[in-house]
């Protein structure tokens, strides 16, 4: 901790010290200050962000328990470089959640590392990305954490996810008529998640989004905002289908999950994942919904000799497959106090063995400076086939700069 601390410190003590460059500072919430190189040749936005989160659960039959955390904490870096059409932004994380997954496929080191990624706009409306960031799957994984209409996401996110990887991007845009919008992203990965230093360990991952926005674009990238906090003047719809297939992967779900380590290595398996989801804004009114399904080729990890695939624990290693339902709404007053409720259904396959769950959320928000300074709270039943029930409750306060 003290040498995080240390090299922090120093990072922005060099920053700040650095002569020949103009550094401002802008309004709360859009970052600590900016620099401008001496001759505008680039720029550098700094900022902060934490969470800080209060939650009590209670199992049937079992007694409660309550945990205080620092969900998360980071420290952002985005701007250009030698050209406005040549973008960057760094995420490193800084809480013990941000970093936790060490092993040795991160050289038994921190993750700290959440985003570093290059984006060319190298010819019209065709950017290239580079590096490591999240992969176009799900609408909610992609939407920022700082900006989430609810405490967290959903578990559909949590079980479905294909989060962050490194490779590139090609994403491009254009418009069918004067409103319609069409996006198109094509992404090629390592296909086992974020800081591994491994190697590619299967194949590789390819992933294909493609979004429809017939009423034209919303306020301020708001299809990717929870909450209608722009008030939408005229209705707003986002349309978004994504396909991810992870060639050989060595992950019980695609680039996520446990390695699949068997006695000559990795099982590898193929395993493509859909997602289907909608945005809709309009005068405060928010909906949201995702449909997500994994399946693999063989979902049933195997030694060399055909043998079933057990853990440490005797567990049998199988692919998560299986689908889930996600529906979210919201209401924002005058006032900006936000009312919302979600509901959430995981639907495994039998092979797994896992329990199907529901979940329903109702949450409360009270924005002060938009999604840079908010307090938010909710409550949560989760229902577990076969299972015990869970009742949480949860409390959150979110600063950034």
């Known amino acids: 901790m003290k040498t995080k601390l240390t090299l922090i ?5 060099v920053m700040t010290s650095l002569s020949g460059q103009e550094i401002t500072s802008g309004k709360f919430g859009n970052g600590l200050f900016n620099l401008v190189g001496k001759d505008s040749s680039w720029t550098m ?31 952002k870096f985005d701007g250009f470089a030698y050209s406005p059409k040549l973008k960057y932004k ?18 038994n080191a921190p993750r700290y590392i959440l985003d570093a990624v290059l984006m060319w706009n190298f010819h019209k ?21 700082a900006n989430l209409q609810q405490v967290d996401r959903s578990i559909l996110n949590s079980r479905f996810t294909i989060d962050r990887d490194i ?13 319609f919008v069409v996006r198109e992203i094509f992404s090629l990965a390592q296909g086992e998640g974020r800081n591994i230093t491994t190697g590619n360990l299967g194949g590789h ?28 003047q005229t209705p707003k719809l986002a349309l978004g289908v994504s396909y991810d297939h992870n060639n050989n992967a060595v992950k019980t779900r695609s680039n996520q999950g446990s390695y699949m380590v068997n006695d000559t290595g990795f099982y590898k398996t ?17 909906f949201m919904a995702e449909y997500s399904n994994r399946d693999a080729k063989d979902p049933f990890a195997k030694n060399s000799d055909g043998s079933l695939l057990f853990d440490d624990d005797n567990d049998q290693v199988i692919v998560q497959v299986g689908k889930g339902l996600n529906l979210q709404t919201g209401v924002l007053l005058k006032n900006d106090w936000e009312v919302s409720g979600r509901f959430t259904t995981i639907d495994w396959d039998k092979i797994t063995g896992n329990s199907n769950q529901n979940q329903y959320t109702l949450g409360l928000s009270k924005y002060i400076v ?14 577990v086939a076969a299972g015990n029930n869970e009742l949480m409750y949860r409390l959150q306060c979110d600063i950034h700069f």
């Open 205 to 232: 991952q390819y992933t294909g989004r493609i979004e429809l926005l017939p009423f034209g674009n919303f306020s301020s990238k708001g299809d990717y905002k929870g909450s209608d906090l722009k008030r939408e």
């Open 90 to 107: 760094i995420e490193l994380g800084l809480s013990n959640r941000d970093q936790s997954g060490a092993s040795v496929y991160t050289s």
């Open 167 to 179: 490779g590139f991007q090609l994403r491009h845009h254009f418009n069918l008529s004067e409103k």
């Open 125 to 145: 409306n065709f950017v290239i990305w580079f590096g490591q960031t999240k992969l176009p799957g799900n609408r909610e994984r992609v939407i920022s954490s």
């Open 270 to 286: 193929n395993i493509n994942t859909l997602f289907v989801d909608a945005m809709f804004k309009y005068q405060g009114f928010s």
């Open 9 to 13: 410190g120093l990072l922005l003590f």
């Open 370 to 383: 938009g999604h840079k300074l908010k307090v938010q709270t909710d409550i949560s039943h989760l229902e």
């Open 45 to 75: 936005r700094v900022g902060l962000r934490a969470q800080l989160l209060g939650t009590s659960t209670w199992e049937d039959g079992e007694s409660g328990e309550t945990s205080f955390l620092i969900r998360r904490s980071r420290l």
